[in-house]
């Protein structure tokens, strides 16, 4: 090496060496735990950021002093599913929270991280970077899995009151220890239906057995078809195909045992996509005290076809 280039390539080496520990020790450490990844996140804007940088869309809306509702959406879809609900209770004072789960809507599409365990540390960011306390946690069908992992993983320590909807738990997929579920064939036949033409798979979805306009009699709203469409196209292909799995074959009985709040469960006897007897009627079975509300004739989006009703019955639980 001649003398002009080992007189610059010393002081940087030197310079390198330094920086590395430096640099090293500046990275932040991997929370320990589920309870310190969910106490790192923070607020950006309409906003919240997680430990592992998934930026999590969400609304906030209603007096910040009113009491507090987090909303838990369904696959594919995006917390606007829930503006009636939210509109509704907003008007009566209370503070609603809803976001849009990792992979869908406005959110982040991180490869990796769709599961339950990520939806529901994902929930406590959000519930930890607001502040949010004395909750009402209202889940519907994969949100309500999402709840359940919630309490499951975090306790209930920010948590009054559950809301179950239309929610997959305690398990969807037939095993040899839940006869009752749901063969693993239809969610392979999703999945495969996923791949082929998931445009059209969602079109079919909502224009049949998610709003039950496949049954007799039935006058389908175009609207909310083409919004449940647009909202699943939002989704990334990637997160939106492993939800199936998350919301099929994740296990929440474990997460139901640890429910000691005051808990409400609403189910369609007419849900074509989670069906009433495995999953309502079992899930409020394994909840100590929880109360079963059975709509005749409800389909899956009972929340939409049967939003009067349901929001003033999620009132009325809310104001006991």
Known sequence: MSNPIRTLAAPLLAIALQAGPTAQAAQPATPATPA?????????????????????????WGPKDGPVVTFSHGWPLNSDSWESQMLFLASQGYRVVAHDRRGHGRSSQPWNGNDMDHYADDLA?????????????????????????????HGTGRVKKAVL??????????TADNPGGVPLEVFDGLRKASLENRAQLYRDLASG???GYNRPGSEPSQGL???????????GHKNTYDSIAAFSASDFRGDLAKFDVPTLVIHGDDDQIVPLDSSGKASAAQVEGARLIVYPGAPHGLTDTHKERFNQDLLAFLEE
């Open 125 to 153: 960011a959000v519930i930890e970077a607001l502040e949010l306390d004395d909750i009402t946690a209202v889940g519907f069908s994969t949100g309500g899995g999402e709840v359940a992992r919630y309490i499951g993983r």
């Open 165 to 174: 909807v239309s929610a997959v738990p305690p398990m969807m997929l037939r």
């Open 36 to 60: 310190e990844a969910a106490a790192a996140a923070t607020v950006d804007g309409n906003h919240v950021v997680t430990h592992d940088g998934v930026r999590l869309y969400y609304k906030d």
């Open 209 to 211: 057995p998610f709003y």
């Open 225 to 235: 078809i083409d919004s449940w469409w647009a909202q699943g196209m939002q989704a």
